[in-house]
């Protein structure tokens, strides 16, 4: 049984007071000592001493919710679509299924973001640089950068040309943007480079998942 020490006590054949009375039932001020706390405001100061908390005795979703999306199809990006320089205006395009959107209703002690997307480019030329950034609420997150590595030969199948991206962001980075309560959005996004202007070579991508996990 949860502890609960009311603030008044009543004696048997005493006049009650009204105000007691309601203290003693609703009285947030009072936490943890009202009825108040039976209405969702049950913590810690309320615990018995050797009784533990089990995982059980934790409502669904109560310390922890998270989820995630996908795609189910690879996607060619070709080299002349692409700006020729990466501070070009629209350089990088945003990956579908590599992207997730979600609202705050509350500040959550920590954010964090997962994800995993394949690249595998027929580029053979280190010119042409293959690049993936990850922003958070359109602020680029600078140690989520990624560079696909050029094939060795367009004729043969390289230990090279495939490059998995398993990333991860906390909120609790130093200098991460604040995810507090609102609207929020994540992606990875993509640049192609083209130095020669010739447009033959293909980038294709995979993406498998990005998730978010947000914790009380």
């Given amino acids: 049984m949860p502890d609960i020490v ?8 005493n006049t009650t007071n009204g105000d007691a009375v309601t203290q003693n039932l ?30 059980q005795q934790i409502m669904k979703r109560r310390m922890v919710e998270g989820w995630m999306v996908g795609s189910t199809g690879p996607i060619d990006y070709f ?10 205006t629209g350089a990088y395009r945003r ?5 997730i959107s979600w609202f705050s209703y ?16 027929a580029e053979d030329t280190l010119a042409d640089n293959i690049e993936l950034r990850f922003r958070v609420d ?18 043969l199948r390289s230990r090279f040309r495939d490059r998995i991206w398993s990333g991860h962001w906390c909120s609790l980075e130093a200098g991460a943007p604040s995810v507090g309560i609102g609207w929020h959005n994540a992606w990875v996004e993509m640049f192609h480079g083209d130095a020669a202007g010739a447009g033959a070579n293909t980038t294709r991508v995979r993406t498998r998942n990005m998730k978010v996990f947000r914790l009380r």
């Fill in 79 to 88: 080299s002349n679509t692409f700006p020729t320089s990466n501070t070009d």
């Fill in 106 to 121: 509350r500040a959550y002690s920590a954010v964090v973001l997962t994800w995993q997307i394949i690249t595998a480019t």
């Fill in 26 to 55: 609703y009285d947030p001020a009072a936490t943890p000592n009202s009825f108040e706390v039976l209405d969702g405001w049950l913590g810690n100061p309320n615990r018995q001493p050797g009784w533990d908390i089990r995982a």
């Fill in 6 to 13: 009311l603030p008044n006590v009543f004696v048997s054949g």
């Fill in 95 to 99: 990956i579908p299924g590599c992207g």
């Fill in 138 to 155: 359109d602020v680029v997150i600078p140690r989520q950068f990624r560079v696909q590595p050029f094939t060795q030969s367009l004729g």
